[in-house]
């Protein structure tokens, strides 16, 4: 899983030759081009499907580039920063006046990350010593989740192929991601920080650095954040969400109506003589979150009927991971 040389070589051309890469970070994978160059952008959008004024993540490779990216920057963001950098945690910044639309979605924010993924970085650390284009030593990458518009984010090289692999021209390949579901969100442009996102990072994680737990405003923000559409993270086939004390009759009634169920658990092994495909992802939910796109890929792919995760534990610990079930769940069966 380590790219060579020369992978990183040639994905350092393309990117400086306006073309698309897709690059693994801890969350998971990205679906990068040259931030700083328009046409670059433009081809995620098209590759993805993806409303083009729905704004992008830039990735860097170190602090160092975050005021040529951002101004104004409030001390509350150094000190995130400081804590969660490099790591899952995006921070909303005013924009430096340069920024292309293409990345903001005309927005006068931008949204900066530096990963936690050692290829990420390497390859960031070599676009930017190449004189990126645009941005020069500070320069960026801009990547969405690499995963078509409205569809679940993909947490290995195959999984990108899956959904991308025609559309792109090389896909780098860091393994399997370590956290499994996208960035936290804080937004830090307008006074008090907001998370728009939940995500690994957990509001309690921000607390100890900001001293106070912040607001959660996941839905206000649509459709800004495409993250945050009712309906996303969707798996093909329809998905319902089921308590765990009901899922055993639940299964059993749609059998006999001929449903064909697969099942995403976390409380409950299956059942002796249960003819239903049925994973058993962690009960905790940070070995969840890591499992969950691609239980819910592989059971996409499963010839159910129907997807029936069992419900999570109402505790604030799951709420990244239970943000996504819902909206996995609304968007889940179109097509
Ligand atoms: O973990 C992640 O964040 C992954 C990896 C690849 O870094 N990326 C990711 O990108 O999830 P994407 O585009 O699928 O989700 C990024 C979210 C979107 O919902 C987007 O609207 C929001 O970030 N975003 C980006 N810039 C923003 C801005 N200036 N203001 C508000 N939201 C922004
Ligand atoms: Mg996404």
Known sequence: MIPSDADYRRAVELLRAGELVAIPTETVYGLGADAANPAAVAKIFAAKGRPADHP???????????DHWA??????????????????????????????????????????????????????????????????????????????????????AAHVAEELGERIPMILDGGPCKVGIESTIVDCS???????RPGHIAPEHLEAVLGLRPSIETAQGAPRVSG????????????????GERLLDFLNSQRH?????????????????????WRLLPADPVGYAHDLYGALRDMDHAGADLIVVES???????????????????????G
């Open 228 to 243: 945050s559409l009712e309906a996303h993270y969707a798996p093909r086939t329809p998905l319902r969400l089921v308590a």
């Open 71 to 156: 101004e104004a920057v409030p001390d509350v963001a150094w000190e995130l920063m400081e804590s969660f950098w490099p790591g899952p945690l995006t921070l909303i910044l005013k924009k430096q006046a340069w920024v292309p639309d293409a990345v903001t979605g005309g927005q006068d924010t931008v949204g900066l990350r530096v990963p936690g993924h050692p290829v990420a970085l390497e390859l960031l650390r070599r676009f930017a010593a190449s004189g990126g284009k645009g941005a020069g030593e500070h320069a960026g990458i801009a990547a969405p989740s690499a995963n078509r518009f409205g569809r679940i984010s993909p947490t290995t």
């Open 312 to 334: 999570l534990p109402g505790d604030v610990a799951w709420t990244a991971v239970a943000d996504r079930l819902r909206r996995a769940a609304a968007g889940a069966g179109q």
């Open 257 to 277: 109506r001929g449903g064909v169920c697969a099942v995403i658990a976390h409380s409950q092994p299956p059942q002796a003589g249960m003819p239903h495909p």
């Open 56 to 66: 992008l993540i830039v990735h860097l490779a170190g602090h160092d580039a975050v």
């Open 190 to 196: 307008r006074g008090e920080p907001v998370v728009l």
